[in-house]
């Protein structure tokens, strides 16, 4: 259980600095990032790591990591929705790492499309942004999320090479 914590602990800052490290602005205010490599990354880690609860351990870090990345990096207004998309990505992500095949990449894509959905509710209803800014961020936000899920199980990928 210790090495679940700190392992928890290292991808939840790993979410955080590469959400932060490079950022492309959109037009809700918003930005596009690699921190969903980093959040399906950490969920299918975590997942595989945990015995137990491991969707809140992949949720956990890539919410928790991705909410920070949105405070330190001056979006606070989209922490709370961050929180709760990339979440969902990485615990979808979490359960994924236990399964084979079909069932494991439909989980996979579940978290990215979970995310595209959250942010997708989210904007529409920020006075700021509404209901056209919510729509123009649908095409980056699959991007996204895409993009997450691909460097994400690549990633892990070479990680269970490395470890076995």
Do not use: H
């Not at 921190?35 to 928790?64: E, H, K, M, P, T």
């Not at 209803?125 to 729509?135: R, S, T």
């Not at 996204?144 to 076995?164: C, D, E, P, R, S």
């Amino acid at each position: 259980m210790k090495n679940i914590k700190i392992a928890f602990i290292a991808l939840t800052v790993v979410v955080a600095l590469i959400t932060l490290f490079i950022r492309i602005p959109l037009p809700s205010r918003g930005y596009f990032n690699f921190g969903d490599v980093a959040v399906v990354f950490s969920g299918l880690v975590l997942g595989s790591l945990a015995q137990r609860r491991n969707f809140w351990w992949g949720a956990g870090a890539g919410g928790i990591g991705s909410a920070l990345a949105d405070i330190i990096g001056g979006f606070g207004l989209f922490a709370p929705i961050t929180l709760i998309a990339k979440g969902v990505e990485g615990g979808l992500c979490a359960l994924a790492s236990g399964r084979r095949n079909f069932a494991r990449w439909v989980l996979i894509v579940m978290g990215g499309a979970a995310m595209v959905a959250c942010y997708f509710i989210a904007e529409a209803f920020m006075p700021n942004i509404g209901l056209q800014g919510a729509v123009s961020e649908i095409i980056p936000n699959l991007i996204q999320a895409g993009g997450g899920i691909a460097g994400g199980v690549l990633a892990f990928t070479a990680y269970k090479k490395i470890i076995k």
